[in-house]
């Protein structure tokens, strides 16, 4: 690759598109936080103006529930003192700075995020342009890599920092460029490999790598006069070994308690979450999730190697509790478990942090169960994230999956929302147990077009237990929080019903598939149904009530715009919640 083919996709047209594309996001998702507050024109348009007055923003757009604005983005104009301007992002972040609430220490670097956002927008430009009716039909991989949008709600979702064109390029997941991962042995004084039941660490790593590769690289060990008995092996992505490794655990590296050992064999693409690989050469094994200290949406992408301890331990858990009960177990839920983990703690590293610092979260992996070994005849995979995938004819991934179920759009609504709903709220009523769910973190299985269950994955680092009353193994006792009451079922308003059916109901509206309503209607009865099957609960239904004329708005977007580094007090997450007015309830009254 020349220097100059490195920034191809950096051409003028592209650009001005995706600037276009961020700008309606941003107006869309910023009016819904109540950030901005578009105004009604004469001609039936709406209206934003910059922090001076003199830049205006003008726009058309259908507003839907949950307070969702649905901008057409080929409608935006911007004027300057009368005079008409090309749409620019990083323009509309300074001319609205004060409004957004961004201080001069967070501006820079956010324009940073949305700069890179704006480079990822201008390479998916240059794809093959798949119309979502063949996508349907692709493979698993080809689907979670042709995702264009990354987090629907976020505004900078694809900030990388820390990646230059070349890693881009490299390690995107929209690249879809395979890679090897560069494996480390680590001293047993420092590291520590965890497991769940029935899992040994050399029977386990023989498998993972093959009898040839751990054998080469016990010569590498062997080479240098150091033990392999004394070491354990880690994946680690190829980023963090050439850009943080190297230099910021230099002294492990001189002193041998870590050793690089080289490449594995197996090729490995990375998922949406960037730092989770898919093992393309044998599908069927584990993927594997590393730490990357790279920025991204709010967060440093560590991977704390004490928590690692109690990762399988905690998916076993969980695994046990849904195989037990008879109401997950009907929906078809699993969870695709963390089975394995390892951690190299920095011991100076450690003396000079909190727990929470990225400085802790440098050096540590898991293993993930690969979802493929569990389909049966006809089923395929696809990520719940595409259900809100729009294609570049502004046709929809569920839209599509709809007709081709051949199913009326309620019945299909339906099947999904058992399949992935239904358990939602029956782990939050029976077991104060909540996820993470959004579109990355639910893989689903279909056949013909149709879901036939979720498959929720993510668990150690995701999920929650609310009950400050339950009765916890030792090993998972981590996993409780302290939410104040009235903000629990937030954990369904937003996280489920403002953060995703938000923008899939919108989408099947705009469609003409199905009308908002009947959408709203549709998730209304697939409660009742979940309630009426569960008449034990009726107390905690009353208690936390689904039908409640409103919920608390909570903001995700003005979470970075505060701090885009730190997006959320790790120590206090309930606390950390920008809640701005209320939202009315689209299944209240249904």
């Excluded at 080479?223 to 392999?228: K, M, N």
């Excluded at 668990?459 to 009950?467: G, H, N, Q, S």
Aim: with cysteine; aromatic share 10%.
């Amino acid at each position: 690759m020349t220097l100059s083919d490195a920034v191809a996709h950096l051409s003028p047209h592209r650009w001005a598109t995706a600037n276009r594309l961020l700008i309606r996001k941003a107006l869309a998702e910023f009016a819904h936080e109540r950030l901005i507050t578009p105004e009604a024109t004469a001609d039936g348009r709406f209206e934003v103006r910059s922090d001076d007055g003199l830049t205006r923003y003008g726009f058309t757009a259908v507003r839907r529930a949950l307070d969702h604005w649905q901008v057409d983005a080929d409608s935006i104009t911007r004027q300057r003192d009368g005079v008409d301007r090309p749409l620019a992002a990083l323009d509309f972040f300074i001319e609205l700075k004060k409004t957004l609430g961004l201080s001069d220490e967070v501006l820079p670097v956010y324009l940073e995020e949305i700069s890179s956002t704006l480079a990822g927008t201008c390479y998916k430009l240059t794809k093959p342009r798949v119309p979502v009716a063949e996508l349907i039909g692709s493979g698993f991989q080809d689907i979670e890599t042709g995702m264009t949008e990354g987090h629907p709600c976020f505004v900078a979702n694809n900030g990388r920092l820390g990646f230059g064109v070349h890693e881009y390029l490299s390690y995107a997941p929209e690249t879809a460029s395979p890679l090897r991962l560069v494996w480390l042995a680590a001293h047993r004084s420092r590291a520590a490999f965890t497991a769940g039941v029935g899992i040994e660490y050399e029977s386990f790593l023989r498998d993972e790598l093959g009898e040839a590769t751990v054998e080469r690289f016990h010569t590498v060990l062997r080479e240098q006069d150091l033990d392999p008995a004394d070491y354990l092996f880690i994946p680690v992505h190829p980023w963090q070994w050439w850009n943080k490794l190297t230099v910021t655990f230099a002294a492990e590296v001189a002193q041998k308690y870590l050793v690089c050992l080289g490449e594995g064999d197996d090729e490995y693409l990375a998922q949406q979450s960037i730092r989770t690989f898919f093992n393309q050469s044998h599908p069927e094994k584990y993927y594997v999730k590393t730490a990357l200290s790279v920025l991204n949406m709010g967060f440093m992408r560590g991977l704390s190697a004490a928590y690692m301890e109690a990762t399988p331990a905690i998916n076993d858990w969980l695994a046990q509790l849904i195989e037990s009960d008879p109401v997950l177990k009907a929906t078809g839920l699993s969870i695709i478990r963390e089975r394995a983990a390892v951690g190299y703690r920095h011991l100076e590293y450690e003396a000079a942090t909190d727990r929470y610092s990225p400085y802790r979260k440098m050096l540590a992996a898991l293993w993930r169960e690969s979802p493929v070994s569990s389909l049966q005849e006809g089923e395929s995979l696809a990520t719940m994230a595409s259900l809100v995938h729009v294609d570049h004819e502004g046709k929809g991934f569920a839209a599509a999956m709809v007709e081709r179920s051949g199913l009326a759009p309620v019945e299909w609504l339906r099947h999904y929302l058992r399949a992935y709903f239904t358990p939602l709220l029956h782990s939050f009523y029976a077991y104060d147990l909540v996820f993470m769910p959004h579109g990355e973190n639910v893989i689903l299985v279909l056949k013909d077009g149709v879901v036939q269950r979720a498959i929720y994955k993510d668990i150690a680092e995701e999920i929650a237990v609310m009950d400050p009353e339950a009765v916890l193994p030792p090993t998972v006792e981590r996993l409780r929080v302290e939410v104040p009451e009235d903000k629990k079922l937030l954990s369904i308003f937003t996280d489920v019903f403002d953060c995703f059916f938000r923008f899939l109901a919108a989408n099947l509206a705009d469609e003409g598939v199905l009308a908002e309503d009947d959408f709203w209607r549709t998730v209304a009865d697939v409660v009742r149904e979940y309630q009426a099957a569960r008449p034990e609960l009726a107390d905690k239904f009353r208690q936390y009530d689904m039908f409640a004329p409103e919920f608390s708005l909570s903001c995700l977007n003005r979470l970075q715009l505060r701090n885009n580094e730190q997006m959320v007090d790790l120590a206090d997450p309930a606390g950390a919640l920008q809640l701005v007015g209320n939202l009315k309830n689209p299944i209240a009254g249904l």
